[in-house]
């Protein structure tokens, strides 16, 4: 048995993490922690029947578990990740923290200096479909942001092809409201987002196009200009769908596009390409570790649309660690995920 650790256990993400640890049949969970809620009960938080008692970080040996994932927000993350990884813990971090390469670009996007820049050349960014011989052998994992999963996922076939050479994505996606915590903020109370669909960060000034626009680069061999982004908040619980517009590859056509994304996703288990003329919806991944993906070309305008749905919370966040929890300790990647 893999012994887990969860830190930040009272938010979405780390009681997501909680729930398929409690499942997973090679893992199991070694202690939860929280902050302001240290020494209740997660029942008290969250309608569960597990049967966990919160412990304060400083409490628990990091050095006790295999492996740790953080659901923290960023900066705090990287402070324990330091600690976690001295005392030979291997580390799943969900925060931003070690998914930006360069210290400097993590600065300008996030409006203060990285905590701990020696540990970022060494960090593996963690979409599992696409870096899983890194993964296997890494002791920092940096879990993706749950926009560049979805987007990423969709656009990487055809980045890694060559085909997006010089062109500018376009990407207006959906997220539920946990994508924003559980923290009570005023944009997130059912007043305000009930009944609505709100912009936000439009074009070129979410922190997560800094990390899309670096993983973009790395996975074509071809370079792409660059993205332009824009998230919306949808009135749901979970679940992103994005829409992306691209280029459509000159004399390519909806049969050759969904051999190129069957052949590149053909083993992947948490993938579903959709049949032409079907379309990805939030209900196709919700509760989920899949990504749904549809491909819609429109020749009379030479661009292709492409739609990628998963929810924000499994393949966004807790689901995608666990995955890459599986791969660090050579278990079947579907464990507990299915
Ligand atoms: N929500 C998503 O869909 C999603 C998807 C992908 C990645 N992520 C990332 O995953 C991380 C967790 O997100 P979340 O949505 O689960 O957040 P959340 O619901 O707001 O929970 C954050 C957790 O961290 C604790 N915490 C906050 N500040 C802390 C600090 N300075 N030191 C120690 N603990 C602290 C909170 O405890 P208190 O209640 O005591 O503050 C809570 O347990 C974030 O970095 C987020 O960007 C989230």
Not at 86 to 91: K, L, M, P, Q, S
Not at 154 to 183: C, F, H, M, N, Y
Request: net charge negative.
């Amino acid at each position: 048995m893999i012994r887990a650790g969860v830190v930040g256990a009272t938010g979405y993400t780390g009681f997501e993490l909680i729930c398929l640890l409690a499942r997973h049949p090679e893992a199991e969970l070694a202690f939860a922690t929280a902050r302001s809620d240290a020494g209740k009960r997660l029942s008290a938080l969250y309608p569960t029947p597990l049967d966990i008692t919160l412990q304060r970080l400083e409490e628990v040996d990091l050095g006790s578990v295999d492996v740790l994932f953080l659901a923290l927000p960023h900066a705090a993350a990287a402070e324990v990740a330091v600690q976690a990884l001295a005392a030979g813990t291997r580390v799943v971090d969900l925060s931003a923290d070690f998914r930006l390469r360069d210290a400097d670009v993590y600065s300008a996007w996030y409006n203060h200096r990285h905590p701990a820049p020696e540990l970022l050349g060494e960090a593996v960014y963690g979409l599992t479909e696409w870096s899983r011989e890194d993964v296997r052998g890494a002791r920092l994992v940096a879990n993706p942001g749950c926009y560049p999963t979805s987007i990423l996922l969709a656009t990487a076939p055809l980045l890694q092809a060559g085909l997006l050479e010089g062109a500018t994505i376009i990407a207006d996606s959906k997220s539920g409201v946990s994508g924003a915590g559980r923290a009570a903020k005023i944009g997130s109370l059912f007043a305000e987002v009930s009944e609505n669909l709100k912009p936000y960060s439009i074009g070129h000034s979410h922190r997560h196009v800094a990390e899309i626009e670096q993983e973009m680069a790395a996975l074509a061999s071809k370079a792409p200009r660059g993205l332009l982004f824009s998230p919306h908040l949808l009135p749901v619980t979970r679940g992103i769908l994005s829409t992306i517009y691209v280029p459509l590859p000159g004399g390519w056509g909806a049969k050759q596009l969904h051999a190129l994304y069957r052949e590149t996703y053909a083993a992947e288990p948490f993938i579903w390409l959709l049949p032409e003329g079907e379309t990805a919806t939030l209900a196709h991944t919700v509760n989920t570790n899949r990504c749904a993906i549809s491909l819609h070309p429109v020749p009379e305008r030479d661009q292709l649309i492409l739609v990628s749905t998963i929810d924000n919370l499994v393949k966004g966040a807790a689901g995608q660690a666990v995955q890459n929890m599986n791969v660090m300790f050579g278990m079947d990647e579907r464990a507990g995920l299915l």
